[in-house]
């Protein structure tokens, strides 16, 4: 796929009305392809929030490729007029957010970031869209400029850079399977360094580096997004899915989920 070309899945921005403009921040939500992929060119600011469980990929940095994971909830930045080639393990479904540069003229590229208050503008806008706009242009211009301050507040994590050194894509990817297929267990760092073929002291930093975060708040996130998940499509109680998906008890899951979504299970159910 050519980088200036635009896939069916993202559409071009729409046309004004006369007198009209452009909003100021819009969303969609997107598949994305396996394989190699061009991000399209676009004249606004993208975001790439991330949906969805993990998934393994590369990413171009100056003609260089680097390996790292997506993760629900973090999100890139693609500056306006730029594009960033992926290459994707498996599909994926990203919540995309186009900001108006006059918002924020210079913007760096950035690459899985997590931030609370950006992620909760991603899901604000996603909520307006799916509802019809109730609240009109003047709500989704409040969270563009919202988005556009934060954004420019977090320019000295977002530098679109990683470390010199991180797990190689394939051991990462044998990691991460193993975390999923073993999350209802008390999982240690030997035995997913092990799994990595490093020891643990090697491994915190490589793992580290891959993925933006350590290797037990990794965990703790999937066990969050597995028992969200369960909570939205099965009929199991809250107490068994707490089991299921690694915790102690009821109250740890409530614990963790309201730091890392902002929600509790009861409330997530209701």
């Given amino acids: 796929m050519i980088a200036n070309d635009r896939p069916t899945c993202y559409p071009a921005p729409p046309s004004p009305l006369a007198g009209d403009r452009l909003p100021l921040l819009d969303v969609l939500t997107s598949p994305v392809p396996s394989g190699r992929f061009d991000s399209p060119v676009d004249h606004r600011h993208v975001l790439c929030l991330h949906v969805g469980g993990p998934v393994p990929v590369t990413y171009r940095v100056r003609a260089r490729e680097r390996p790292t994971t997506r993760l629900h909830g973090q999100f890139c930045v693609v500056p306006a007029g730029s594009s960033t080639r992926w290459t994707l393990t498996a599909p994926a479904r990203s919540l995309l957010l186009r900001l108006a540069p006059t918002l924020a003229v210079d913007l760096a590229p950035a690459i899985h970031v997590r931030d609370p208050q950006i992620e909760q503008i991603g899901w604000m806008m996603q909520a307006e869209d799916r509802d019809g706009y109730p609240s009109g242009r003047l709500f989704a211009d409040s969270l563009a400029t919202a988005l556009a301050a934060r954004l420019v507040a977090l320019e000295t994590k977002i530098t679109g850079e990683s470390p010199a050194r991180a797990l190689p894509a394939w051991r990462l990817r044998r990691v991460v399977e193993f975390i999923e297929a073993n999350l209802d267990r008390d999982l240690t760092l030997a035995e997913l360094a092990t799994v990595a073929g490093f020891s643990p002291s ?13 290797a037990h708040r990794f965990v703790l996130e999937r066990r969050v997004e597995r028992a969200r998940d369960r909570l939205l499509h099965t009929e199991h109680s809250i107490t068994e899915i707490a089991l299921e998906t690694g915790f102690a008890h009821p109250s740890h899951l409530a614990r963790w989920m309201r730091r890392i979504l902002g929600t509790t299970p009861s409330a997530l159910r209701r």
């Fill in 202 to 214: 090697h491994f915190k930093p490589l793992f580290r580096a891959a993925v933006g975060m350590p």
